[in-house]
């Protein structure tokens, strides 16, 4: 028996590479065809953007506490919310979840401190890169990081919000994301956390300058030994 994971979605192409990561890579650890049960309930990204643009974290909570609470009615035993920035509303989604949650960027320093990565690249929409999702959680663990410059974090924003989010990929902004992490290379970082949820469709681990942390994948993962381990 594994527990039912409940996906709170705020994207579309980001739960959907979070949903397909499980269930692809569940047949390692269960059997064939199998993988846990999972529901998914997610509100317009337009709902969310609107409480996100102006820094209403409160307004963020109550709509992932509400899919939560939906989820938790179809079974759900535990809640992940794969999209980075909206974890600047965990605080409040914890004091009323009727469900443990797993957090998308513990996870990811988790991993990197197995990979004895200590200095990140942090990639993400401008909400993200700029507030304290990732700060406050590396710091726990001892790991420093770097953030792209103002221009270039409008741009990136520029990116995901006009194309990746659409389910549009373009070579160019391939090759700028990687010209990025090229930069951070030569400025001593050593893996580069892709911390909007869909730049991991956009960026290949064999052609990026660094290692890459891809935080969606990394979450899906943590979701299925989560799963699978907790009923043994």
């Not at 920035?85 to 513990?106: M, R, Y």
Request: net charge negative; aromatic share 8%; with cysteine.
């Amino acid at each position: 028996m594994a527990k039912h994971i409940g996906i709170v979605a705020c994207s579309a192409e980001g739960a959907a590479l979070c949903y397909r990561t499980i269930c692809t890579e569940a047949p390692l650890q269960m059997d064939r065809h199998m993988h846990p049960e999972i529901s998914m309930h997610t509100y317009p990204l337009g709902q969310y953007m609107l409480h996100i643009r102006t820094g209403n974290w409160r307004g963020v909570a109550d709509l992932m506490l509400s899919s939560a609470n939906k989820l938790v009615e179809a079974g759900a035993e535990f809640a992940i919310p794969p999209d980075n920035t909206i974890h600047q509303a965990f605080e409040f989604v914890l004091e009323k979840s009727p469900v443990p949650w797993l957090h998308i960027a513990e996870v990811v320093a988790e991993e990197a401190r197995i990979n004895g990565f200590s200095r990140l690249a942090v990639l993400g929409t401008k909400y993200l890169m700029v507030g304290p999702v990732y700060p406050s959680i590396l710091k726990k663990f001892g790991i420093s990081y770097k953030i792209p410059s103002e221009t270039e974090r409008e741009q990136i924003d520029k990116i995901i919000f006009d194309e990746l989010v659409n389910g549009v990929f373009e070579e160019k902004s391939r090759q700028y994301i990687y010209n990025l992490i090229q930069n951070f290379k030569e400025q001593g970082c050593d893996a580069a956390v892709l911390g909007c949820t869909e730049i991991p469709l956009l960026v290949n681990p064999e052609e990026s300058p660094l290692p890459t942390l891809a935080s969606t994948r990394l979450l899906a993962r943590a979701a299925l030994k989560y799963s699978t381990e907790a009923k043994r």
